[in-house]
């Protein structure tokens, strides 16, 4: 397909996705084109970068801040709903601050493998105990099905945050059948996927968007949250989104 045929749909993928460098919106573009079958074959990032570049729609670099923590553990899992390979969801909790100085609390369980966001809530109060414990049951049942209990023990990864440690949160998770794993203290690098998920949800989806009160926010968040799952390249699942990845996965 000839460049000039691609331009306005880079254009428009620019334009709907403004955070998103070449390589994120090659894939976008090659998903618009596998679904409009207007070609078989996937198009190269380098040539997209090229027609970016001409056309002055890539992304100002931004600096790199230096790091005096680092992190060089193993977080992904290589199987996602195995019996017979480490399988473990992170969570975490973020604030969005609104317009009018209204808070909205997030809080999410990730799956390690296929990044894909399994469950979340949301609330101006507080996160608590008891919405934890709701987002493992959601967590065990959009994986599982209605069961009670999990049929293999999967590890729970969070940082030290009160509604994660608290005895009543922990002993509902081992009920479940979760083994709960906590991050050092001041050490929030070890559970990075979540930590990632943040970063990149806050990018994509919050400072983009009008969040002019608490209303607003919440009743964006599944679209958005969907949205990720759906259609976010990400870079360790080959520029697949969670859901694309997992598919594949299943489907092998």
Excluded at 25 to 32: E, F, P
Excluded at 74 to 86: E, G, I, L, M, Y
């Amino acid at each position: 397909m000839d460049d000039l045929l691609l331009l306005p749909i880079i254009r428009e993928i620019c334009d709907e996705r403004p955070s998103n460098g070449y390589r994120r919106v090659t894939a976008h573009l090659n998903r618009y084109l596998q679904q409009h079958m207007l070609q078989l074959a996937r198009v190269n990032p380098k040539r997209i970068y090229r027609i970016m570049k001409q056309n002055k729609l890539l992304l100002t670099r931004a600096m790199q801040l230096k790091n005096d923590r680092t992190h060089e553990g193993q977080v992904a899992v290589s199987v996602s709903n195995s019996r017979f390979t480490k399988q473990c969801f992170s969570s975490d909790g973020f604030e969005i601050k609104c317009w009018n100085g209204e808070k909205v609390l997030v809080i999410f369980s990730l799956d390690c493998c296929d990044r894909e966001i399994i469950s979340y809530a949301a609330t101006t109060m507080g996160i608590s105990s008891d919405m934890v414990c709701d987002v493992l049951v959601q967590s065990m049942e959009k994986r599982f099905g209605a069961v009670s209990n999990l049929p293999h023990t999967i590890e729970w990864l969070t940082d030290n945050g009160s509604c994660y440690i608290a005895k009543s949160t922990r002993q509902f998770a081992h009920t479940l059948g979760f083994q709960i794993c906590t991050t050092p203290i001041r050490s929030p690098q070890n559970n990075g996927m979540a930590e990632a998920f943040v970063k990149t949800f806050k990018r994509d989806y919050v400072y983009l968007n009008d969040v002019p009160d608490a209303e607003t926010v919440l009743n964006a968040l599944p679209a958005s949250m969907n949205d990720y799952n759906c259609n976010h390249p990400h870079s360790g699942l080959k520029m697949k989104s969670p859901q694309e990845f997992r598919s594949l996965k299943l489907a092998s």
